[in-house]
């Protein structure tokens, strides 16, 4: 029997301590486990009715008059699909199968076959609450809509797409029916796979067409071809006694053996059993005994088959044909003409187990379906998310190590699967997340009454966990902290050390789902030789914090576990949760032309807007870049810090409003450059068997220690290889943002040479590549986490890179680096040309590329910002007049956006 394909395993998948497992058993809600083994269902005869509409499917089943009683039916308001209709408790239900290239879906499970899909739902899981199929209800009379095709030319497939090879002859059973190509399995093979509509025909008789069936061969011929074919050979003519039925002819032991084939309706009847084909009979008795000791052998073709003839098209015909075929593979292929695509791409997609996988998906928003495929070559989905189903979740970058991710939850029909997702860049995140936003149930909230329904609501969380008090240390000996909203996992924190852990994290997400009314914070211990445990929690109500403004609080902690008693402890946690209303777009253009024009009200927020500087440097780059002036923005922000900066050494070491910009900038456009410039070094060191170690006080064995500088130095030059061959992939934009660098910072300090070099490799390297080679995950270079001995090289080599970059070499502070000197004085000046070559764009560079987000979102996000700091802007205005400006367009869009609410 074939498996059941499930959409989720909940048990523990046997992760590395140091990598965070989210279906560990206790974190991850369980479900029941399948035993595939108990999935068998009713034979199909029992209750698939082929096409059938509704009201006739009900009719049956209120005739059965009874409460689990259900049938199958093939959908005829959406062929291609199929519905099961279920008599309940509380009366008749319909459910949705789609079918896709020989799978079928309902909810989040997969299944392989209708037969499947019924057995589970019989014996292993509730369709409805405390609700199981019980009774099957049989169709009037048997259901034959088994259909054939024949191929009347050969085809060979394009290799590593989901396109059949086949001979002349070969017959298929029809899937599905895509628009120019079948979904079909191979009678001969088994094989389930692509053939062109052209190149068969249906086929209403499988006998006729065999290469074995003889149709004009006389008895007597029959006997001499099988005498001269030999032992155990055979083959099919028609009965002589039985007109419409078929004889077997089987030479045994120079005897011939005649079979009786009764033709039964589209089935054959031989030997006890009913087959679907001369094809399957054959088959079966191929491998099991046809008389005794005795299996078929050797099938005797006709003649037309061994020459090569037979029905066939002329030689100009064939080719015209071959020539006409669309062999548009892949994807495509099950896309209807009416459907509305509306993205298509590669994204990682983990489940199960820890690995990402790449996948190529296609958002299909007539069918509200996400499809994920092996590769954009392949035609057969790998799977399928029903986001009829879904709700979509944010993903913080703690969670897995890694940036771009967000998460979809099916929940259906008793049963929740989590579909873990990563873009390789925050573009393309926030692209994929837009566009699944409108298919998500979590997301399609009605508005309140009085909210005008031109507005759109941003709901937003800030929470910083500081420290733990009092917790029960015998069951926390490793805690660590899990965020829920609604029961979903979305950020945790590293382990912290008992008694009183101290985590001091903060995470923000951005975008919450409009459902979401409190988040829970569960400390969760860390199990060295088993599954993570949770212990503790706590639950905020989000009414409880009031719009804006952050509240800091010790807030007591609960048992998970109800049989515990006593005090579990509190936990400090600082939150602020924001609800923005977003006017239409043209209610801020007055404020983005402000922003725009005069870069003093930049300024102005940069100062005012410390503690939400990231929320501020994210919403001011999106609206800069949507109207292509991210240079003059950044140019401007950056000019202003080598303004006040009176030492080369500290420029730009300290975190401010330019250098949050820059990360951000870098973060969003830079991840092609940084997979380019350096993910074959990282992966080249993490699959290194040699030790890179080069402190001695590290080493066992010191005699090592040559082998190991020698191997460091190879993989050092390797990494530096790629770099420097990178440049063409870095972005001209940025690339022109580090000209102006250079030529603000040389005009600053005309006499030091160094600094055009240095000015530019503090972002470069110290705050892109450097920290991409540390930490690859975070810059989705690797899916695991590198063994203890690889991260120690990576370490190394990223520290050797960083002093390359400044342009100094080791001294007696770390006197086992000093090894790397003549390395570092060997490639100084190709690390001066590289960033001169890189920083050599000295006219801003024009882009038609559309920007990815909503603006009127970021815009909002101004606005907020702006009124919350009300006060400071105008204290500032009193000695800069040209604010007063900002403070009149802020009153003004927040009565504006009062009328809209309705509260004026």
């Known amino acids: 029997m074939a498996e059941l394909k499930q959409t989720v395993d909940n048990s523990n998948c046997g992760l590395q301590q140091d990598e965070f497992d989210p279906f560990s058993a206790d974190v991850e809600r369980t479900e029941e486990q399948v035993d595939t083994a108990l999935t068998s269902a009713p034979s199909e005869e029992e209750w698939y009715h082929g096409s059938l509409d509704r009201r006739t499917a009900e009719e049956r089943l209120r005739k059965a008059g009874l409460v689990g009683s259900y049938l199958v039916r093939e959908s005829q308001s959406k062929p291609g699909s199929y519905v099961l209709s279920y008599f309940g408790k509380t009366g008749l239900n319909h459910f949705r199968i789609s079918y896709l290239c020989g799978d079928y879906y309902i909810g989040g499970r997969q299944f392989d076959s209708l037969s499947l899909l019924i057995g589970y ?5 509730y369709l409805l609450k405390g609700e199981q199929l019980q009774e099957p209800v049989a169709p009037p009379e048997p259901v034959d809509d088994c259909r054939k095709v024949i191929a009347i030319l050969p085809f060979s497939g394009m290799p590593d ?6 001979e002349k002859g070969e017959i298929f059973i029809v899937r599905d029916v895509l628009d120019e ?3 079909v399995t191979s009678e001969k093979t088994g094989e389930s796979g692509i053939v062109y509509q052209p190149l068969v025909e249906d086929l209403t008789d499988d006998v006729l067409s065999s290469m074995c069936f003889h149709e004009n061969l006389s008895k007597e011929d029959a006997v001499e071809k099988l005498r001269q074919a030999g032992n155990g050979s055979f083959l099919v003519r028609p009965s002589e006694h039985y007109p419409g039925d078929y004889s077997l002819f089987f030479l045994h032991d120079k005897t011939v053996i005649r079979f009786r084939i009764e033709k039964q309706g589209r089935q054959l009847f031989i030997g006890g059993r009913y087959f679907d084909s001369l094809h399957a009979i054959i088959q079966r008795y191929t491998r099991e005994e046809i008389v005794e000791g005795q299996t078929l052998k050797k099938a005797v073709m006709r003649k037309d088959v061994l020459n090569g003839s037979g029905p066939s098209l002329d030689s100009a015909k064939t080719k015209e044909l071959y020539a006409s075929l669309k062999r548009g593979t892949g994807a495509n292929l099950l896309k209807k003409q009416w459907d509305r695509i509306d993205i298509t791409g590669y994204l990682k997609k983990r489940q199960k187990t820890k690995k990402w996988k790449n996948m190529y998906f296609i958002l299909n928003g007539t069918e509200r379906q996400l499809r994920y495929f092996e590769n954009e070559r392949r035609s057969k989905p790998k799977g399928m998310i029903d986001l009829a189903f879904s709700s979509i979740y944010p993903v913080h970058d703690s969670f897995f190590g890694r940036p771009n991710c967000f998460q979809l939850i099916i929940n259906a029909y008793n049963h929740m699967s989590v579909n873990y997702l990563c873009a390789d860049s925050t573009d393309k995140a926030q692209h994929w997340i837009q566009s699944l936003k409108p298919y998500c149930v979590n997301i399609q909230t009605p508005k309140p009454n009085h909210l005008s ?25 490793h805690p660590y902290c899990v965020v829920y909203l609604n029961n979903v996992q979305v950020c945790r924190t590293q382990v912290g050390k008992c008694p009183n852990p101290y985590w001091g994290e903060d995470f923000i997400l951005d975008d919450i789902p409009s459902d979401v009314e409190s988040f829970t914070i569960s400390i969760v211990n860390q199990g060295r030789r088993s599954k993570d445990v949770e212990v503790v ?11 804006g403004e952050f509240i800091d609080e010790w807030y007591s902690l609960q048992p998970v576990n109800i049989a515990s008693r006593g005090d579990m402890g509190s936990l400090r946690i600082k939150s602020r949760y924001l609800h923005e209303v977003i006017m239409p777009p043209g209610e801020y253009t007055t404020l983005k032309e402000l922003i725009l024009t005069n870069l003093d009200n930049v300024l102005m927020l940069a100062q005012v807007c410390v503690s939400e500087r990231i929320s501020l440097a994210k919403a001011l780059l999106m609206v800069f870049r949507h109207e292509n002036q991210e240079s003059r923005l950044l140019e401007a922000l950056n ?12 420029l730009f070491r300290a975190t401010s409003l330019a250098t949050t910009l820059m990360d951000q900038y870098m973060k969003m456009t830079a991840s092609t450059f940084v997979q380019k410039a350096s993910k074959d070094a990282v992966h080249t060191i993490i699959e290194s068997k040699q030790s890179c170690e080069l402190d001695p006080a590290r080493m066992e064995n010191c005699a090592e220690l040559e082998g190991n500088v020698e191997h460091f130095l190879i993989l050092l030059n390797g990494a530096v290889d790629d770099i420097f061959n990178s440049t063409e992939y870095c972005p001209l934009m940025l690339r022109h943002i580090c000209y102006c660098l250079q030529r603000s910072a040389k005009n600053k300090w ?3 040479e160094s600094v055009r070099t240095r000015v530019v490799s503090g972002f470069i390297f110290l705050r892109l590549l450097c920290p991409a080679i540390l930490n690859p995950k975070s810059f989705n270079l690797i899916s695991e986490t590198p063994t203890e001995m690889a ?3 990576l370490k190394l080599v990223a520290k050797s890179l960083q002093n390359l970059a400044n342009l100094v070499e080791f001294g007696a502070k770390e006197p086992y680096m000093k090894v790397v000197n003549p390395f570092i004085k060997m490639n100084k000046e190709r690390m001066i040309t590289f960033l001169d070559t890189l920083s050599n764009v000295p006219e801003c560079p024009k882009t038609n590329q559309e920007t990815p987000g909503d603006l009127a979102r970021d815009m909002a996000t101004i606005h907020t910002l702006c009124a919350s700091h009300v006060a400071e802007i105008k204290l500032a205005s009193e000695t800069k007049p040209e604010l007063k400006k900002l403070l009149a367009v802020t009153a003004r869009l927040t009565a504006h956006k009062k009328c809209y609410m309705g509260e004026s």
């Open 537 to 547: 929690q706590t639950t905020i109500d989000l009414n409880d914090l009031k719009s």
């Open 181 to 183: 190509t079948y979904w």
């Open 639 to 650: 000019n202003m810090e080598i303004k006040k900066e009176d030492e080369v050494s500290t």
């Open 453 to 477: 329904e031109a507005l759109k609501e941003l709901r937003s969380l800030s929470i910083e966990i500081f420290d733990g008090r009092d917790l029960p240390n015998k069951h926390l000996p």
């Open 791 to 793: 991260i120690r090289s």
């Open 161 to 166: 797409t989901d396109e059949l090879s086949f």
């Open 121 to 125: 739902y019989t014996r292993c899981s």
């Open 750 to 752: 005309p006499d030091d």
